[in-house]
């Protein structure tokens, strides 16, 4: 099976148990570096499908939390190539499988080629480029597909028709479908046509939708839930690190465990 294979299974694997997968993303490297790989492990456990996102100084899509959560990461000197390295060396691996959230500047200083052999190598399965056009996608996509790896796209409620059925037909691993036209952790999902906008999402996509932006309780993934196979959860777990909660006990409470 390759890596892309299996972030879709883990998330199929969830349908059949008649729950909802849940995608929880941390920032590598925060709140303390040092904790990474056990951060990373717990959340693993709970989690179907785990984003660890790529500190960077512009972090367009995303909101005060995490921006907060990627300055931090970077003064303690966390990079692309340390996550790579941090990741290679855990031993077991992470239960759940990984995709790394990075805008795109990392991905081209590296090189897409040596990226995507490190990532492998590392045990990513995928990548979510939140700056990348589908439209100049295809060298990073190209690189990654070599090795077995995601390339994940994202669709927002303001996607045309024509573009939402492109990046459903594009995209591997999962869709990730934005749940407001905003950034991380703004406003909940819970607008009016949030629901017939993911079923247009789930209806022009190849591989299971996730759903993101805006989730921050259980009672909001069991309703997302009936429409998607998968909700993504970032801001509320950044911030549940922030306060040292345990991030397993956050994520079995949103699973309603």
Partial sequence: MNPHEQIAAAIAAATAEGRTALVAFITAGYPERARFRATLAEVAQAADVVEIGVPFTDPMADGLTIQRASRAAIAQGVTLSWILDELAAMDPPPAAPLVLMSYLNPLLAMGFERLAARARSSGVAGFIVPDLP????????????????????????????ARLEAAGSASRGFLYAVNVTGITGGATAASAGLKEYLSRVVAASRVPVCAGFGVRSAAQVRELGEVVPGVIVGSALVEALERGESPGEFLRGLAGD
């Fill in 134 to 161: 589908l439209d100049e996608s295809a060298p990073l996509d190209a690189a990654l597909a070599a090795q077995g790896l995601a390339l994940v796209h994202l669709v927002s409620p303001v996607t045309p028709p």
